[in-house]
């Protein structure tokens, strides 16, 4: 008889009565699972698991725990942090296949989902009873994944980030007891929050097996403008004027020349030129939807705006969209063979032209290429600084200038991350944003749900 030697054989050996063959040591399968679309060295995990069920997850924690071997739970594998790689090993705990819409409510404007059902899925799901879900990260990613990473993305100038649109959630907690979070009621007074206090936890408290979502009405009309400027600080400039306005924008997102140039090659967007450009949508009433348009016209045009053009129709919009939403892809394939590192910053609305414009002098006296894109109408932006795989200093150099930015991104009274998360990318920066004292209250709240630290180690704090 072959007795396991190793604390994971034991559990691979366990693990395989009631998980059958979706419980995988194939060496493809594994190194599709040793990271997500980040520069981080892959690791193998010694396994990965595909469960159905809460009661799979359950006991495949409770194992787990009891051998002490550690769990880093997978969605769509798109994060950029490093969150998904299982730097000790252990189990990969894919979660793709917990993919069903368990029920919506028309009248109460909410739904039931497991954590692997992804936002264009539900969305198709809802198309037909008026309803939709807001978040929109950009990527192919699951919903489960955006609530461990706290997800934002193009809409939540308007209609917030994946924390407001939660109202709670089943997790399974390190040692396999299952707990219920949060209500289907608006507003509740009573005990801790552990909703919020599980999102954007990536992974390091808990598995999350379902998701309550508040939901939105789809509304009556939507219009979709581009507006080209001359001046990377005059389109910031524009974006800081029109929230100041409270112009009641639904999205808001600049690419500067360099990311237009990337969009204009890669969708094929014809009529539009390299300059810094602003993509806009609105919501509302078709009236109120023309009047918007035409306030931030206005204002674009005192900032050196030009060529503002609106479009109502469904395919003009979906193609301005598709491009935006194609962007990290876009600037890969501006220089083949290199990867993306993406920054995060995000700053208060005044400060916004500081902190873009001084990253693009970070940027150019850098040598790199890195274009600039974000969701700038709260604040966020993001540079995707490209990394020659086969240049041994491109790592080292990326490193350095993603400092710089989020440097500057916290004098300016902003975060490391707005919607990206820790992950392995940002560890450094927490103790500079938040002080030692609530890193310590941090970890204590680790200690306290995940003793043995089995989930998802080496995320978020350092050691």
């Not at 595909?50 to 924690?61: D, F, G, H, M, R």
């Not at 790689?85 to 404007?109: C, H, K, T």
């Not at 739904?111 to 059902?117: N, R, Y």
């Not at 389109?235 to 990337?262: F, S």
């Amino acid at each position: 008889m072959n007795i396991p030697s190793r604390p994971v054989e034991q559990v691979i050996a366990e693990a395989r009565e009631f998980l059958g063959d979706r419980l995988s040591t194939n060496q493809a399968v594994r190194e599709q699972h040793s990271r997500g679309e980040d520069t981080t060295t892959p690791t193998l995990p010694d396994a990965v698991a595909y469960p159905l069920t809460t009661e799979e997850v359950s006991c495949l924690l409770a194992l787990c725990h009891r051998h002490e071997v550690p769990v880093t739970a997978f969605g769509a594998g798109t994060s950029l942090e490093g969150h998904a790689n299982p730097v000790r090993a252990g189990i990969s705990l894919d979660l793709s296949r917990m993919d069903r819409i368990l029920e919506v409510s028309q009248e109460d404007m909410d739904c039931l989902i497991e954590p692997g059902v992804t936002r264009h899925q539900l969305n198709d799901h809802l198309r037909d009873q008026g309803l939709f879900f807001p978040v929109d990260p950009g990527s192919h990613c699951t919903i489960g994944g955006m609530c461990a990473t706290r997800a934002s993305g193009t809409n939540a100038v308007r209609y917030g980030t994946i924390r407001e649109n939660v109202m709670g959630l089943e997790v399974v907690l390190a040692d396999g007891r299952v707990i219920n979070t949060g209500s289907r009621t608006r507003k509740a007074a009573n005990g801790y929050d552990l909703t919020r206090l599980l999102i954007g936890s990536e992974g390091t408290l808990g598995i999350i097996t379902k998701i309550r979502l508040r939901l939105h009405g789809i509304p009556e009309a939507t219009s979709a403008a581009v507006c080209q400027f001359g001046t990377l600080r005059g389109a910031v400039e524009c974006v800081i004027a029109t929230m100041q306005a409270g112009i009641p924008v639904a999205r808001i997102e600049l690419a500067d020349e360099i990311q237009m140039d990337a969009c204009i090659r890669y969708s094929k967007l014809e009529g539009y030129q390299a300059l810094p450009t602003l993509f806009l949508e609105f919501h509302g009433s078709p009236a109120g939807v023309r009047e918007q348009a035409e306030t931030v016209q206005d204002l674009a045009d005192s900032f050196g705006g030009s060529g503002f053009a609106w479009a109502t129709d469904a395919e003009t919009r979906n193609r301005l969209w598709k491009a935006r939403h194609d962007a990290y892809w876009a600037c890969v394939a501006l220089r083949p063979g290199c990867r993306g590192m993406a920054t995060d910053v995000c700053v208060p609305i005044s400060r916004l032209a500081e902190a873009i414009v001084g990253a693009k002098e970070d940027i150019l006296a850098s040598g790199m290429t890195a274009p600039i894109v974000g969701h700038v109408g709260d604040g966020n932006f993001h540079t995707t600084i490209l990394v020659d795989q086969d240049d041994p200093t491109a790592q080292d150099r990326a490193w350095e200038l993603d400092k710089k930015i989020v440097a500057r991104g916290l004098s300016l009274g902003g975060t490391c991350s707005g919607e990206h998360g820790v992950g392995l990318g940002k560890r450094e920066f927490l103790e500079a944003e938040h002080g030692p004292e609530a890193l310590a209250v941090m970890r204590s709240v680790k200690t306290a749900l995940d003793p043995r630290g089995i989930l998802n180690p080496g995320k978020i704090f350092r050691n």
